[in-house]
């Protein structure tokens, strides 16, 4: 069975292409079949994110006007066999993305995949809507600052009301993942601690990423942090949250973690 | 001074939660949209005008959401009343 995950957040910028990026390597590197999926129709990113930005020919919108085939706009990772990505198209705008289109473009994806990963816009319109509908799984992604945490509890409510998922009587399985999270600032309290955020959030926590540069170096040469450097604490916390979202039951520690916070929390998450 | 710097530093986490805290109790609840204060507005100046004549120019109106309690306070300027000073 194929799993259909969402990567939103509302607020811009606060690392939904990151995550994506690093997340869908770090599933395909287990092994599974991922398909990544750019929903920034009109601000493509993800392609440059991952290093493909050369070898994009169609997109999603080609695929959904049925002016390409799914097969020739899918394009394969160079370093990850299992790992394919969608690009958005960068010229047109997002009304060109029809949720029947989109509904085509999942269904079949689903055929050939283990999991499709749908990196959400900014925003709750259009795109950040379709981007949601088909979810099974949706992944908050959240900054330890307040306007973050407000736009995360409006998506929340999106989730809950206006996903395939919601409006046939099911539960859409959410998750926050709390990332360019600063240990020593949360500490200081000059920073939301990852308490506070999910007091307020209430669902479950599948991991914590630290603010690190070696998410810029990764963005930098074109390759996800999981893959460039799956040593740093970054890479470990994305590669640590696509096995819990493989079902296994790891706690939020990283064994060489320097960071003593993601010890701290293991016992709450599992629980 | 310095030493009230540190400190204020340090409490502006809570400060972030607490506010946050209060707002979305009311975001959740759909009291914090606007919709419903035209609507308390319209129908609060449909009653007064009924009695006096308002001009809708001349109202004010303004929420402030807290916790426990949250407070709707509506200023209406009329005329056709005879003055303090005549009563
Ligand atoms: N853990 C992190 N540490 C440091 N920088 C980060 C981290 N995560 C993301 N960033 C940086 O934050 C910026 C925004 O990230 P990203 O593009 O992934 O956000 P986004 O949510 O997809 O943005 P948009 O809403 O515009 O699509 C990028 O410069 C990225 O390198
Ligand atoms: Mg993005």
Not at chain 1, 108 to 117: A, G, N, R
Not at chain 1, 188 to 196: A, F, N, S, T, W
Not at chain 2, 28 to 53: C, D, F, M
Not at chain 2, 62 to 75: F, V, W
Request: charged share 25%.
């Amino acid at each position: 069975m194929s799993k259909v995950l969402v990567v939103t957040s509302g607020k811009g910028g606060v690392g939904k292409t990151t995550t994506a990026a690093a997340l869908s390597a770090a599933l395909a590197g287990e092994g599974k079949k991922v398909a990544v999926v750019d929903f920034d129709v009109g601000l493509r990113n993800l392609d440059l994110i991952m290093g493909a930005e050369r070898r994009v020919v169609f997109d999603l919108i080609d695929v959904i006007n049925g002016d390409a085939k799914l097969s020739q706009a899918l394009i394969k990772d160079k370093r990850i066999e299992t790992l394919s990505l969608l690009p958005a198209s960068q010229t047109r705008d997002k009304d060109a993305l029809t949720e029947d289109g989109v509904n085509g473009v999942i269904e079949e994806l689903k055929k050939s995949f283990d999991w499709i990963v749908c990196d959400s816009p900014a925003g709750i319109e259009r795109g950040a809507t379709l981007a949601m509908r088909h979810a099974d799984v949706a992944l908050v992604v959240t900054n330890p600052e307040i306007s973050s945490v407000r736009d995360s509890d409006r998506i929340i409510g999106l989730l809950d009301s206006k996903t395939l998922k919601a409006e046939t009587g099911g539960d859409i399985e959410k998750h926050l993942l709390l990332t360019r999270y600063d240990t020593r600032r949360a500490s200081r309290g000059e920073m939301l601690k990852v308490e506070d955020v999910l007091d307020i959030l209430s669902i479950p926590l599948l991991g914590v990423v630290p603010e690190s540069e070696d998410v810029l170096k990764a963005s930098n040469v074109g390759s996800p942090v999981t893959v460039s450097n799956p040593q740093s604490a970054a890479g470990m916390a994305y590669i640590t949250a696509a096995k819990r979202l493989e079902g296994a039951d790891l706690p939020l520690t990283a064994p060489t973690s320097r960071f003593g916070f993601l010890k701290f929390f293991g016992r709450r998450a599992a629980a | 001074m310095k030493i009230l710097d540190f400190l204020m530093r340090r409490s502006s986490a809570p400060v972030a939660r607490d506010r946050l805290q209060i707002l979305l109790a009311h975001e959740r609840s759909g009291t914090g949209n606007a919709e419903l204060i035209n609507q308390l507005r319209e129908e609060v100046l449909a009653v007064i005008a009924k009695h006096v004549s308002v001009d809708p120019e001349k109202v004010q109106i303004k929420m402030d959401r807290g916790s426990p309690i949250s407070t709707l306070e509506l200023e209406i300027e009329i005329s056709g009343l005879p003055s303090a000073k005549a009563a």
